[in-house]
């Protein structure tokens, strides 16, 4: 007994770290994205369509990660998925041109995408072997690895660190930490379970509903992810490091959310908690836009991140209680359409972007703030 409770409590944080180390990579691309931007020559669209090719390759790797998960388990999937996303970042600034760029994002957005399905496929079977909820808190550790990572970033910038020099480090650092963790997640018997050897199937019915109402949250979370450290830095003059934190503020407000979510969800009801949420993020990113204050824009920065924290941990549990379909299928219908959203956000930023300017395009996170409010009543499944 002591044994299997000492496994379980291994086994639950291997995978909180291991979605801390996935917050950690997309942090450290956040923050240089501007560096991208600069190294390559890029303007907004066609750094927006830099970010559609990870999309694309987000797509294929959806289209085939339930089956490599049934095939192989979610601990061999995620250790290799992993790996290979985190020694990725190393090749971000060495790329020959624009093409190579976009070659080696379409591979990030392919393992990317495995990499977070394998990680939830661990979460949700963790927490139907443990019977409580633990998503949020798993969650949480994405966010905190948000946190770290952008803070570390803009603590190497600040230091005079080189870019280069900073993505390696971080590549080797995270790919042995992956690497690592993966020999405490769960056997591959309990994943492959978990998994449909049907490999990828849309969404339909009421999960329809929920999917489209997690790839509202998640667009416009990918925006935040994706273009708030240029927000700072070129609409309101701030340095590199001081922008970063635009990211590191975001992730630590969404982080502290989440780790109280499972507490919130228990007190509150499903619908209020995503109406109350998303007003919230509504009006803080109205801040964000209007003001002229780095400052203020980086408390406004961690209001949306309070308002989006707890909007997809409540709609994978909805999926999960939607009468007549299997809680785990549910859960990766509904992620496989928020991941579309957070896949497709930043270059709809870009392209928008281009038309007008940066301040309108990220607009849209207010736009689908106030979608999700209005829609709220879907929560309850």
């Known amino acids: 007994m002591n044994t299997s409770a000492s496994l379980h409590t291994a086994t639950r944080w291997a995978a909180r770290n291991q979605f801390f180390c996935s917050g950690f990579i997309f942090a450290t691309w956040g923050v240089h994205i501007p560096t991208v931007k600069a190294h390559y020559g890029l303007d907004e669209a066609t750094l927006g369509l830099a970010m559609l090719a990870a999309g694309f390759g987000a797509l294929f790797g959806l289209t085939r990660a339930s089956r490599w998960i049934a095939r192989f388990g979610a601990g061999p999937c995620a250790r290799l998925s992993g790996a290979v996303y985190a020694l990725l970042l190393a090749g971000l600034l060495a790329m020959p041109g624009y093409a190579g760029l976009l070659a080696l994002l379409a591979v990030f957005g392919v393992v990317t995408s495995v990499f977070d399905v394998a990680i939830n496929t661990e979460a949700a079977q963790i927490e139907l072997l443990q019977g409580q909820p633990l998503m949020s808190g798993m969650h949480g550790m994405f966010s ?24 390696l480090a971080v590549a080797l650092l995270v790919a042995a930490a992956i690497g690592g963790l993966g020999h405490w997640m769960l056997p591959a018997r309990h994943t492959q379970s978990a998994a449909t050897q049907e490999g990828f199937r849309l969404p339909r019915g ?3 509903v929920l999917g489209v109402l997690a790839a509202l949250g998640l667009i416009a979370e990918g925006a935040m992810y994706d273009w708030s450290v240029l927000y700072l830095q070129q609409e309101l003059g701030s340095p590199q490091e001081q922008a ?21 969800r228990a007190r509150f009801d499903a619908a209020v908690l995503v109406r109350g949420s998303a007003l919230l993020a509504a009006a803080a990113m109205t801040l964000v836009l209007l003001t002229d204050s780095p400052w203020i824009a980086l408390a406004g920065c961690a209001g949306v991140g309070i308002g989006f924290a707890n909007v997809v941990p409540v709609l994978f549990a909805a999926a999960a209680r939607v009468p007549g379909i299997e809680p785990a299928r549910g859960i990766a219908a509904v992620s496989a359409a ?8 930043p270059p709809l ?21 106030l979608a ?7 929560a309850r499944a």
């Open 338 to 345: 928020a991941y579309l959203g957070f896949m497709a956000g």
């Open 144 to 167: 905190l690895g948000g946190m770290v990572g952008a803070m570390s970033g803009s603590a190497a910038l600040a230091a005079g660190l080189g870019a280069t020099a900073h993505l």
């Open 372 to 378: 999700l409010a209005v829609s709220a009543r879907h």
């Open 349 to 369: 930023i870009g392209l928008v972007a281009r038309v007008s300017s940066l301040t309108l395009a990220l607009g849209v996170v207010v736009l689908f703030a």
């Open 206 to 208: 009421a999960l329809v």
């Open 244 to 264: 970063a934190l635009a990211y590191a503020s975001f992730s630590a407000a969404m982080a502290a959310a989440r780790f109280g979510g499972d507490a919130l």
